[in-house]
């Protein structure tokens, strides 16, 4: 089936969406993104992501091209037309195409661009790795210093993934300074006793939305958080680890750098937050 996508205020077939070859998105990774998931047919925590795009433009100086009620339409249409009962709707505003390329930045007066499309996963709450859990390994975090706005500058995220593949994992978490910052597309826990472990908030991660929901989820459930920063050290000796993002939701960690985190098997607490989640997420679901 042929996609319909939106950009810059059409909907199109995929194949006949285009963006120019001057697009500073392309040329200069001046771009940032949202990935909202769908779940029956309905946007997972919308007015999170559009709060983080807006916050994401501001910190770049980049102009907004839309507005809530404008973008929820959008986004709700496309799953619509492409009959998207679970996956994401992804969204890409770029600072527009100059007609040519400099490092300074174009007019004030040029055109963001605003790219949108869905990606149809069925079967993404149910999904078999939940229950099998993820290995991951360890790798340097050889990012930008602010991973707090959400750019498409995705290359190091993306070689991260492709070591942890050559090396048969599922995913890498990155160390900065000897402590872990985040998987290459998610926020990193791990959990000893009855308390979750995770890294404060600042630029040096991406604030997760889906982190944002689970923590607020564990403290009304009357679990134990700690926002501090943790070692591979300390997370090969942890009970269990898990990552969370809106694409995977709660997902548990099994394995780091070949070492079977706990007992080796996806953990109660990493299950119990999933199951929160993906109820509490779905209440809400707009
Ligand atoms: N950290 C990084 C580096 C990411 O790319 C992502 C997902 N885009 C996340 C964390 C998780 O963020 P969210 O829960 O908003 O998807």
Known sequence: MTRTVYVNGAYLP???????????GFLMADGVYEVTSVLDGKLIDFDGH????????????????????????????????????????????TRGNPGDRDFAFPPEDTVPTIVLFTQNKPGLANSPAAKKGMKVISIEDQRWARRDIKTVQLLAPSLGKMAAKAAGADDAWMVEDGYVTEG?????????????ITRALSNDILHGITRAAVLRFAAEAQMKVEERNFTI??????????????STFVMPVVELDGAAIGSGTPGSVAARLREIYLEESLKAAI
């Open 14 to 24: 995929e194949h006949e969406a285009t963006v120019s070859i001057f697009d500073r």
């Open 50 to 93: 559009y709060a983080r795009l807006e916050r994401s433009l501001n910190e770049l100086d980049m102009g907004n091209p839309t507005t809530y009620d404008d973008l929820l339409e959008v986004h709700r249409k496309l799953v619509a037309e492409n009959g998207i009962i679970e996956g994401m709707v992804y969204l890409q505003v």
């Open 184 to 196: 290459t597309s998610n926020n990193a826990y791990i959990v000893k006793g009855n308390t979750i």
């Open 233 to 246: 050290d300390e997370a090969k000796e942890a009970d269990e680890a898990f990552i969370t993002s809106a």
